[in-house]
């Protein structure tokens, strides 16, 4: 059997078929993606122990357009700009704290998700909104089960106690989060074909 029967298919994420992959850009990518989610932190209901913002959103729409290993290094490059006192955390937050508290396992999440999400794109699974839904679903959950994880950790709580109060309140949110995610992708993915003649 070939190399190539058994090999999956990979592409190129989007963003770099829409600029190019030199290592500049790719830079400018890494640390704008960083920046973008630090603005999307921003757009927060404050809610104990953990706020309701954009970011998860965002996370998603890096990791798919990116790829998994831009994504990946766009969310670490977010979680350091953040330990090192820039204000990217939610509510303008910032400092290594933020990496030890409530919200640690979320922030783990975001880039273990980006990957997640990243790979399956490049695999195609971002294309259309059928293939987009199960990809950003599945990101969705291991942010949430990141979360849960580090609500466990960080505040002692029980798994049930962690399910109510890291992802009963924002369900409805990743729902619509997932939607949107699930149809920017395949739009952006269209235009560009239509950009390119094809």
């Known amino acids: 059997m070939s190399t190539a029967a058994t090999t999956p298919r990979t592409f190129q994420p ?3 078929q829409l600029t190019s992959d030199s290592v500049v850009v790719q830079g400018l990518l890494v640390i704008g993606g960083a920046a973008v989610l630090g603005l999307a932190s ?4 404050p809610l104990w122990p953990v706020p309701i913002s954009a970011q998860s959103l965002f996370v998603l729409l890096i990791g798919a357009s990116f790829g998994a290993r831009l994504g990946g290094l766009s969310m670490l490059a977010y979680l350091a700009m953040g330990a090192a006192g820039l204000p990217m955390y939610s509510g303008g937050g910032s400092g290594v704290d933020h990496l ?4 640690a396992g979320y922030l783990v999440g975001f880039a273990a998700a980006a990957v997640f999400v990243g790979w399956m794109a490049q695999h195609g699974w971002d294309r259309t909104v059928r293939h987009a839904i199960v990809t950003f679903s599945a990101g969705t959950m291991i942010i949430l089960a990141f ?3 580090g609500l466990m950790i960080g505040l002692d709580y029980s798994l049930a106690e962690a399910i109510t109060a890291g ?3 924002f369900w409805q949110g990743f729902l619509v989060k997932v939607g949107i995610a699930s ?3 395949p739009g952006l993915w269209s235009a560009s074909r239509r950009l390119r003649g094809e």
């Open 14 to 16: 989007l963003a770099l």
């Open 42 to 45: 921003q757009w927060e209901v």
């Open 100 to 103: 030890v508290g409530p919200t």
């Open 147 to 149: 979360g849960v994880a």
């Open 167 to 169: 992802v009963v309140p």
């Open 183 to 185: 149809l920017v992708l």
